[in-house]
Every structure is written in C-alpha cells, then in structure tokens.
C-alpha cells in the first residue's frame, strides 16, 4: 500500500531563516512525487514535482526538494522565509500502477517577522 | 488566462437538500477531479473522470454524484444521503490520465449545513 507521512503538522520559523518540511513515503513502485502549497481559502498550487529525473528538484519561489530513495523521503527547503510563504504545504504521491494520488496531512507553516 | 472555475464560493445546504458545485475547465484537460478537505486534513478523492461519459469512485464516493457529459465541465452533486457534507471542497484538472502530471486546482468551494 503506498502512504505519505508528512512528519511535522506545524512548523514556525522566523523571517530570513530556512524552512524544512520533511515527507516521507512508502511505495512498493517507483513513484512520482510532487509538493503543493495552499493559501487560506484557496486551492492548491504546484511547487515542483520529482518524476526520476535529477535527485534534486527545483521549484518556483526559491523552494526545492530532493530525493531519497534509500530514506524514501522527499524532504522541502527554503533557504530565507518569506513572510508570504506562511500556508499549507502538502506533499503528494503517485505511482506509474496507480490511479489516483495520495496526499499527506499537510504542514502548516507560520512565519514570525 | 487559462484555469478552473468553481462556484459558488460558499454554499449552504438544508437539511435533506441535493446540492449541486460547479467546475469547469477551460485547459482542455482529459482528466478531472473532485476532491474533499475537512480541517487539518489532506485531500480525500470523491469522483474522478479521466473522459467525457466516463467517471469512477474515490475513496468517498457515497453521498455524491457527478457527471461529465463534456470535457469543460465536472459538476459534482452532494445528495442527502450525506449526513456530513460540511467541508471545503476542490476540483481539479490534468493532461495525464495516468495520473502522473501535476493536477491544477480550483479555489474550491465551501460547503456548510444550515
């Protein structure tokens, strides 16, 4: 069975410092994985995804993500935080046998100024 | 500008009322989706449509119907049979109905029991 733990429901970080979600997941395929971000009230928008090309994944608004198949993790990092980047973050998993998506809980995301 | 739509924004229902949430597409995706948010939680698949005439349950399906009678448009239908339809709901689009492309969102509709 193929899961997502999203290992932090809240994180709080200060302006100008760096943010790290950590992802983990559990797939018996070769995944696809991707992280979107949810202001409130809104939908949810694609930061970047991983489809087994480079380890390391660059997204938009400085966030980026890297792969590990030997911790099976898919971890996200902001070097400076913006006050803009407090929302949701939720880390998402698909697999190429699959036929549907399976969403993590979501980190919540607070930025101090 | 190229998206998804969904309407209304905020919606009520009455006790025993079929309500129905709109969402059209204007990316010529193949694929759609319904989707269901309740706080503090990830997204539950509801329906999903990957053609036109052609639609199959997500993890919670009862107490919902959908149609998609064309491409642009995937309205999804909470029946009474639905005893806890209070939450934020969102649609959304892909190219792939393999389901490895990113899905585009709508900014979802909120759904509260009168």
């Known amino acids: 069975a193929q899961s997502v733990t999203q290992l932090d429901s809240h994180v709080s970080v200060s302006e100008g410092t760096p943010v790290l979600l950590r992802c983990n997941y559990s797939s018996s395929y070769s995944p696809s994985l991707f992280w979107y971000v949810q202001h409130p009230n809104k939908g949810l928008q694609l930061l970047l995804k991983?489809?087994?090309?480079?380890?390391l994944v660059k997204g938009i608004n400085g966030f980026e993500a890297e792969f590990k198949k030997s911790e099976t993790s898919f971890h996200l990092t902001k070097p400076s935080a913006h006050m803009s980047d407090a929302a949701e973050y939720f880390c998402?998993?698909?697999?190429?046998?699959?036929?549907?998506?399976?969403f993590g809980g979501g980190t919540r995301v607070l930025v101090k100024p | 500008d190229g998206g998804i739509t969904q309407s209304p924004k905020y919606l009520f229902r009455k006790e025993g009322q079929n309500v129905t949430l709109s969402c059209e597409q204007n990316l010529n995706h193949d694929a759609m989706y319904w989707y269901r948010q309740d706080p503090g939680q990830g997204l539950r698949l509801i329906y999903y449509s990957q053609i036109v005439n052609d639609f199959q349950k997500g993890d919670i399906a009862e107490g919902y119907s959908v149609s998609r009678e064309k491409k642009e448009s995937f309205p999804l239908t909470v029946t009474s049979a639905q005893k806890n339809p209070t939450a934020f709901y969102l649609c959304a689009s892909s190219t792939d109905r393999d389901l490895n492309q990113p899905q585009h969102f709508g900014d979802g509709t909120r759904l509260s029991i009168l």
């Open positions: 998402v998993v698909s697999w190429a046998a699959g036929n549907k998506l399976t």
């Open positions: 991983y489809t087994s090309a480079a380890t």
